[in-house]
């Protein structure tokens, strides 16, 4: 993990700092330095650890609107002992909490020694929290946290093409918009077709990938980044960790690694259903998956200013859209 010093003309806020070093140093805490390292600067989050007598302690802040991270992981921690961080103080009016170090990014170690095990092993952890919070996902509604389950998808998306000017500052044109709003229909069927499973909707976290699960020397995996979550189709969630592994390790389709990641995300669910109607209904929600995707960046957009987001990743809307458009050309192709 690289870090840096903290200096006086970084922008995360000088009380936040002192909120956290004060609050450690009050607890027992040995702080190394006066000024923590940092970790993570951009639009939804700031990260810095301090280092002290007992480990490292992270400190994480982000937007307003997106900041239930801290709420929701001692929920998950708590109620139903997932593996994610420990959160050992929290401040709701600075958007901001203090979590125990879990080791090192997963994809760190991945990229040095490749071992698809592993990969199935956090897939297995994920998938078994999903399953654990699926009839009890009204605690996670209370607090908050978006409903997006299949039944308000399409509405949903319709609501997120009125945007017509952010959709065409990300750089869709008009013509591209129109022929999205053509396919609200197409839409809806795919939503009730993949409803029709017996798969309980349940928390999707949007950025469940390999650098967003830590490990630590004895194995362990810990789940973290965990303020974006939504209820909707589990799928969603491990279509973005097959996709992110395909990427950042150069799998195929075909490669045994691959199907072995493909058996880990069914694995919980067929007991339920058989093998070939989970793979239906995977290919079902990866197409849905850009509806999806597509409305969590609009929800982050919202969270960290439009300007902000698409200055420092331009084409995040657009992309997934024009995808969308290209898995329904197949699917007409394919029929």
Not at 163 to 179: H, P, Q, T, V
Request: net charge negative; with cysteine.
């Amino acid at each position: 993990m690289t870090t840096e010093p903290v200096t006086e003309n970084d922008d995360l806020n000088k009380e936040v700092i002192h909120w956290g070093s004060k609050y450690l140093s009050s607890h027992g805490y040995a702080l190394k330095s006066d000024l923590p390292e940092k970790v993570q600067n951009t639009p939804w989050s700031d990260v810095v650890r301090f280092a002290t007598t007992d480990g490292y302690i992270y400190l994480k802040r982000t937007p307003k609107l997106i900041a239930l991270e801290a709420i929701i992981t001692q929920i998950l921690h708590d109620q139903f002992h997932a593996s994610v961080p420990v959160v050992i103080a929290h401040n709701a009016e600075l958007n901001c909490f203090l979590m125990k170090d879990a080791g090192r990014p997963l994809r760190q170690i991945l990229k040095k020694q490749f071992d698809a095990g592993l990969l199935c092993k956090a897939i297995h952890q994920f998938t078994s929290i999903q399953s654990d919070v699926a009839d009890h996902v009204d605690i996670f509604l209370n607090m908050g946290v978006p409903d997006w389950r299949l039944d308000k998808l399409p509405g949903l998306f319709g609501q997120f093409l009125s945007k017509k000017d952010i959709l065409i500052a990300d750089g869709l044109s008009e013509m591209e918009i129109s022929e999205l709003e053509t396919l609200l229909p197409k839409i809806s069927n795919l939503c009730r077709k993949l409803s029709s499973y017996s798969i309980k909707q349940t928390i999707v976290q949007p950025d469940f990938h390999d650098n967003n699960l830590l490990i630590n020397d004895t194995q362990n995996i810990t789940i973290i980044d965990l303020g974006e979550i939504v209820i909707s189709h589990p799928f969603f969630s491990l279509t973005n960790f097959l996709w992110q592994a395909k990427k950042h390790h150069a799998l195929k389709d075909e490669d045994d690694a691959y199907l072995q990641m493909i058996n880990a995300c069914l694995k919980n669910y067929m007991d339920i259903e058989s093998k070939q109607h989970l793979l239906d209904a995977f290919a079902t929600a990866q197409i849905l998956w850009f509806v999806y995707g597509a409305l969590a960046n609009d929800r982050l957009m919202n969270a960290c200013g439009k300007e902000r987001l698409m200055s420092f990743q331009p084409g995040r809307l657009s992309g997934e859209l024009k995808e969308l458009m290209a898995a329904c050309i197949a699917i007409d192709l394919d029929d």
